[in-house]
């Protein structure tokens, strides 16, 4: 018992320093993670700008209304660009990727490591060019 606590003591150290290290704001021994919550209507995202700090941790919680699926991907350029000339159907696996049916809520979580710009959209075919994108501002 007393060996479990001090285990407990020191995982909560290190959430503390973990804390200080993304500029605080979290609950003491609780993951500091932040909910944006993006809808899509009529094909097009709730927002197209979205600010972060570096090193913070983002749950995107996509709310897709529309009768059609879509999908929200989060990266750099290089990553947007794989995704729209790229094969794959359907997103689970990786960080910052998901897909989103019809009429249904998925999450994905993603973590911002350095400054800069980001950028997220839908790669449905026809979806980004249509205007499903927007930009991460990590400063
Ligand atoms: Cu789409």
Known sequence: MRGRLAI??????VAV???AGCGGGGRLG?????TIEIDVHYSAFSTTAIDVRPGETV??????????????????????DYHEHGTEAHHA?????VSVAAGST?????TF???????????LPGHWAYGMKGTITVA
């Open 30 to 34: 609780a993951p500091h993670v932040r």
């Open 113 to 123: 490591i350095s400054r800069g710009t980001a950028l997220f959209g839908c790669h």
């Open 8 to 13: 407990a003591g020191s995982a909560v150290a």
């Open 93 to 97: 696996s990786r960080p910052g990727e």
């Open 59 to 80: 749950r995107f919680k996509v709310r897709n209304r529309d009768p059609i699926a879509h999908e929200l991907i989060v990266g750099d350029q290089a990553v947007q």
């Open 106 to 110: 998925a999450e994905t979580v993603y």
């Open 17 to 19: 320093l973990v804390l």
